[in-house]
Nanobody, 122 residues
């Protein structure tokens, strides 16, 4: 069973930065593909970024050039560096995992974290 625990959310002003972290349990981190999603109440969830088991990355169009996804296998952690934040980035952010990258990219990974709130004020 995979458990994901997010941290690092908070409130920033327009143009600010935050770094989200996702700690992964248990040890088979490198066998999975990972992603970040976000959701605003009343709206459909949005895929933000993903990283496959070989370290390849992909990003949603709305965050390209501003967000960076990375993983640290030794620390069993996944990160999302968010720069140039905008008010429209305000959402609950979720870490997710699956053995299949297409499931992560498609928005239906098997494992989800509990979410961390990001709020960007104008």
């Amino acid at each position: 069973q995979v458990q994901l625990v997010e941290s690092g959310g908070g409130s920033v002003h327009n143009g600010g930065s935050l770094r989200l972290a996702c700690t992964v349990y248990p040890r088979y981190y490198s066998n999975y593909c990972w992603g970040w999603f976000r959701q605003v109440p009343g709206k459909a969830g949005e895929w933000v970024a993903g990283i496959d088991s070989d370290g390849g990355t992909k990003y949603g169009d709305s965050v390209k050039g501003r967000f960076t996804i990375s993983g640290d296998n030794a620390k069993k952690s996944l990160y999302l560096q968010m720069d140039g934040l905008k008010p429209e980035d305000t959402a609950m952010y979720y870490c997710a995992a699956d053995t299949r990258f297409w499931a992560v990219e498609g928005g239906f990974p098997h494992y989800w974290g509990q979410g961390t709130q990001v709020t960007v004020s104008s």
